[in-house]
Antibody, heavy 114, light 110 residues
């Protein structure tokens, strides 16, 4: 059974940092692109970033470029999102998903507030 | 980056067919075959319904179908059922090597 389990969300002050993790199981993690997608409360989906199988290529939406870093550890079947200089508008549920979007995690809530 | 334009809401009676449009540009929807559709029920993670314009993942009902013409993609739900009531989002690869989502459409089963 495929599972994606996010963790690391929580409450952080503006300007702070958080690192999200996504533990994958049930498929060949090292063989596919992975991505992060977020959804602000009551709003639509926003694609955030993705990363190639071997970590050699990454892409980001403009609003997070220079602040967020996506990474992966294929030996640990894990995906990460390092979020720095967080803003109030980064408040959202963050989902990890396989590149095509076939499998998604349950999401982790990040709240940026003073 | 610009998002793709979808109607805010679409409704239909059980058994009817409905179509949701997703309008972009030649730099996204019109330029690539990588258009996907997702269904999202309240409080749940999105579920992939269609990928690469018109392909259904294993386990997705054949009542769901996708198509594309020019810069507009479409999702058709035939034989509408109560369980189809949800939010639907399109997504496309773009010339900037990133993906964008549509604005989302709330489907109501009357």
């Amino acid at each position: 059974e495929v599972q994606l389990v996010e963790s690391g969300g929580g409450l952080v002050q503006p300007g702070g940092s958080l690192r999200l993790s996504c533990a994958a199981s049930g498929f060949t993690f090292s063989g596919i692109w992975m991505k992060w997608v977020r959804q602000a409360p009551g709003k639509g989906l926003e694609w955030v970033a993705n990363i190639k199988q071997d970590g050699s290529e990454e892409h980001y939406v403009d609003s997070v470029k220079g602040r967020f870093t996506i990474s992966r550890d294929n030996a640990k079947n894990s995906l990460y999102l390092q979020m720095n200089s967080l803003r109030v508008e980064d408040t959202a549920v963050y989902y990890c998903a396989t590149g095509r979007g076939t499998y998604w995690g349950q999401g982790t809530l990040v709240t940026v507030s003073s | 980056q610009a998002v793709l334009t979808q109607p805010a809401s679409v409704s239909g009676s059980p058994g009817q067919s409905i179509t949701i449009s997703c309008t972009g540009t030649s730099s996204d929807v019109g330029g690539y075959k990588y258009v996907s559709w997702y269904q999202q029920h309240p409080g749940k993670a999105p579920k992939l319904m269609i990928y690469e314009v018109n392909n259904r993942p294993s386990g997705v009902s054949n009542r769901f179908s996708g198509s594309k013409s020019g810069n507009t993609a479409s999702l058709t739900i035939s034989g509408l059922q109560a369980e189809d009531e949800a939010d639907y989002y399109c997504s496309s690869y773009t010339s900037n090597s990133i993906y964008v989502f549509g604005t989302g459409t709330k489907v109501t089963v009357l």
